[in-house]
């Protein structure tokens, strides 16, 4: 018997968010900035900490001004 498997969707989510800031590092593509914002966003609002929340705010300001700017971020 096969049991329904739940994923841990803030996993799913973060794993998500590495792969599309790998992906922007690879194109610049903009459209690819703003869904790292959404997913940054979404992130804050469903935060276990303040600080994890307060990280994902400040990055989510950081990459809504790159898709609005459309300016590829130094990333390390």
């Keep these: 018997m096969n049991a329904h498997r739940t994923h841990d969707t803030p996993d799913i989510v973060i794993a998500a968010t590495l792969w599309l800031m790998h992906r922007y590092q690879q194109t610049g ?4 900035a703003r869904m790292i914002e959404q997913h940054l ?5 469903r935060a276990a900490s303040p600080r994890l929340a307060e990280a ?4 989510s300001y950081e990459w809504r001004a790159v898709a609005a700017a459309d300016i590829r971020p ?3």
């Design 56 to 59: 994902c705010q400040r990055l």
């Design 41 to 45: 966003a979404w992130m804050q609002d």
């Design 29 to 32: 593509c903009g459209k690819l």
């Design 74 to 76: 130094v990333l390390h």
